[in-house]
């Protein structure tokens, strides 16, 4: 069972994101250069933080590795955590974009509708 334990739902949880915003929220966000920046710092902080955590000397948390692909990078971090930090920090940032554009739509309170 190497990998289907964590890393199919991994690999579901980018793919349901991905589908998501392209067939439903359309925001634009992936287009957006401010995104990616956003994703680069969250992985500057994910890399220490998580590879310590999961370093595999004195790891903090450990996986059943039966439920993982073995691909550890770097710093012993499992790829699939990559995967899942992806889908999360990504839909909310979908929601808050979303939630963003459906203010800017409305019309402000105390204006005359």
Same mark, same amino acid.
């Given at each position: 069972?190497? #990998?289907? #334990?964590?890393?199919?739902?991994? +690999?579901?949880?980018? @793919?349901?994101?991905?589908?998501? %915003?392209?067939?439903? =929220? /359309?925001? &634009?966000?992936?287009?957006?250069?401010?995104? *990616?920046?956003?994703?680069?710092?969250? @992985? #500057?902080?994910?890399?220490?933080? $998580?590879?310590?955590?999961?370093? +595999? $000397?004195?790891?903090?948390?450990?996986?059943?590795?039966?439920? +993982?692909? &073995?691909?550890?990078?770097? *710093?012993?971090?499992?790829?699939? $955590?990559?995967?899942?930090?992806?889908? =999360?920090?990504?839909?909310?940032? +979908?929601? *808050? %974009? /979303?939630? /963003? /554009?459906?203010?800017?739509?409305?019309?402000? %309170? #105390?204006?005359?509708?």
């Amino acid at each position: 069972m190497i #990998g289907i #334990g964590y890393t199919l739902p991994a +690999l579901l949880s980018v @793919l349901v994101v991905l589908v998501w %915003e392209s067939a439903w =929220l /359309r925001t &634009g966000l992936f287009a957006k250069p401010g995104y *990616w920046l956003t994703m680069a710092i969250v @992985l #500057g902080f994910q890399i220490p933080v $998580d590879g310590m955590l999961t370093r +595999l $000397d004195q790891p903090v948390v450990v996986y059943a590795e039966e439920h +993982l692909t &073995g691909v550890r990078f770097p *710093w012993d971090i499992p790829v699939e $955590d990559f995967l899942f930090g992806f889908s =999360l920090v990504t839909s909310v940032l +979908l929601l *808050w %974009e /979303r939630s /963003r /554009r459906a203010e800017a739509a409305a019309p402000g %309170e #105390g204006e005359a509708r």
